[in-house]
C-alpha cells in the first residue's frame, strides 16, 4: 500500500479500500471482510491506474473514479472492469441517487454529473478538494463548503437549481 483513499463498505459488512498509489499507474483495490481476510480486487487490468473514489452498488458492483479521470465500473464477482466515462481529472468522490452518479474533482474543484453517457458539471468554482460525504441518500454533502463567487453566474443556474434540490452543503 502506498496511499490509501477512499472506503466504502457494502451491506455484508465487506469493506472496499482505494489506494491511489503514486497517481499514475501504480494503485490497487482491496477488499476487506468481515473475517479481517483481504483480498486484492481487479488485479492487472489496465483500466485500474490511480483509482480514488468507491462506492459500492448492490453487494455486486464497485464504482470507481480514478484521479486520471476515468469513471469505471468493477463487478465484484467475475472482477470484469468496464469504462463508463472520461473527463473527470483529479475524481475523487462519487455519489448516486435515482441512477445520476455524481463525481467531484479535487484538482478542478468541479461536481459533475453523470447518467447514460452523458456529463453535465452541476457545479465549478469551489477553491480545491470537494469531498462526497455521504454516498447513497437523497441528499449528500459537500465539504468544503466554500464556494467561489463564480459559482452562482448566470450560464449556471440550472445547475444551481439541480445542485441545490439534490444536495446539501455542510
Same mark, same amino acid.
Given at each position: ?47 485500474i ?50 441512477? &445520476? %452518479?455524481?463525481? +467531484?474533482?479535487? /484538482?478542478?474543484?468541479?461536481?459533475y454529473?453523470? *447518467?447514460?453517457?452523458? @456529463? ?8 480545491r ?16 463548503? &466554500? %464556494?467561489?463567487? +463564480?459559482?452562482? /453566474?448566470?450560464?449556471?443556474k440550472?445547475?444551481? *437549481?439541480?445542485?441545490? @434540490?439534490s444536495?446539501?452543503?455542510?
Amino acid at each position: 500500500p502506498v496511499f490509501f483513499n477512499d472506503i466504502d463498505v457494502s451491506s455484508n459488512g465487506t469493506l472496499y479500500v482505494s489506494d491511489t498509489g503514486d497517481f499514475k499507474e501504480s494503485g490497487f483495490i482491496f477488499a476487506v471482510k468481515p473475517s479481517g481476510e483481504i483480498d486484492l480486487l481487479f488485479e492487472g487490468n489496465d483500466l485500474i491506474k490511480a483509482p480514488n473514489g468507491v462506492l459500492v452498488l448492490e453487494d455486486s458492483k464497485l464504482l470507481i473514479v480514478d484521479w486520471a479521470g476515468d469513471l469505471l465500473e468493477g463487478d465484484l464477482k467475475s472482477q470484469d472492469v468496464i469504462k463508463l466515462g472520461e473527463g473527470f481529472e483529479g475524481g475523487d468522490g462519487l455519489a448516486i441517487n435515482n441512477d &445520476t %452518479i455524481y463525481i +467531484s474533482s479535487w /484538482t478542478k474543484g468541479t461536481i459533475y454529473s453523470f *447518467k447514460n453517457g452523458v @456529463t453535465f458539471m452541476l457545479a465549478f468554482g469551489f477553491p480545491r478538494a470537494i469531498a462526497i460525504l455521504s454516498k447513497q441518500s437523497r441528499y449528500f454533502k459537500l465539504a468544503p463548503f &466554500t %464556494i467561489k463567487r +463564480s459559482f452562482f /453566474t448566470s450560464e449556471n443556474k440550472r445547475a444551481t *437549481k439541480e445542485l441545490a @434540490t439534490s444536495t446539501t452543503s455542510t
